[in-house]
C-alpha cells in the first residue's frame, strides 16, 4: 500500500521546489517517486515546467555556435588569402632521383602549372567551405565574390598561356 502523502512532505516539496530544484532532485531529496511529487505540486499549483529555462539555454547555444561559425569562416577566407598569394611566390621544388636516388632542388620564380592548380583549388576549397558558414549577403558583397573569383581563374588561365616555362623544373 502506498505511503499517504504527508504535510511535511508537502513543505518539503514547497521549499525545495522554491529552491529551483528540479522534479526527479526533490523526490530523491525526500525519498519519494517523482509522480508522488508531481501530484504533490499539482496540488500545490507548482510547476516543474522549464520550457522557458530550455528555450533560452537554447538561444544562447545557437548564438555561441553562429559567433564560431563566423569565426571559422574568417579564418577559413584568410587562408583563402594567403593560399592565394603562394599562386605567384618563388618557390623550391624538390624531389629524389637518379639510380642513387639523391635529393636535387630547384629554386622557381613561380609554383608549376600542376601546383598552381593544387592552390587554387585549395584556395577555391577555402572560399567556398567559408561562405557555406557565413554567406555573402546579396548585392555587391556578392558580386565581389564572383569577381574575384573569375579573376583567380583568368590568372591561372594566363599562367598556362605563358607555356611551360617553370624555371627548368619538370613538373608541368
Known sequence: MA??????????????HGQGMSRNDIARKINRSPSTVSKIAAALDLSFDRAAEVAAATEV????????????????QD???????QLWEPCTVGAFGGKDNVWSQTQLDKP????????LAA??????????????EGGEGAEQVRSMLGALGE???????DGDDDGGADGG
Open 112 to 119: 608549376t602549372f600542376a601546383d598552381q592548380r593544387a592552390i
Open 61 to 76: 547555444r545557437r548564438a555561441d555556435l553562429a559567433s564560431r561559425r563566423t569565426a571559422l569562416a574568417t579564418a577559413l
Open 123 to 136: 584556395t577555391g576549397t577555402a572560399i567556398d567551405r567559408s561562405l557555406k558558414l557565413a554567406p555573402a
Open 79 to 85: 587562408d583563402a588569402e594567403k593560399l592565394r598569394a
Open 3 to 16: 505511503r499517504p502523502i504527508t504535510d511535511r512532505d508537502r513543505t518539503a516539496v514547497r521549499r525545495l
Open 155 to 161: 590568372a591561372l588561365t594566363r599562367a598556362a598561356d
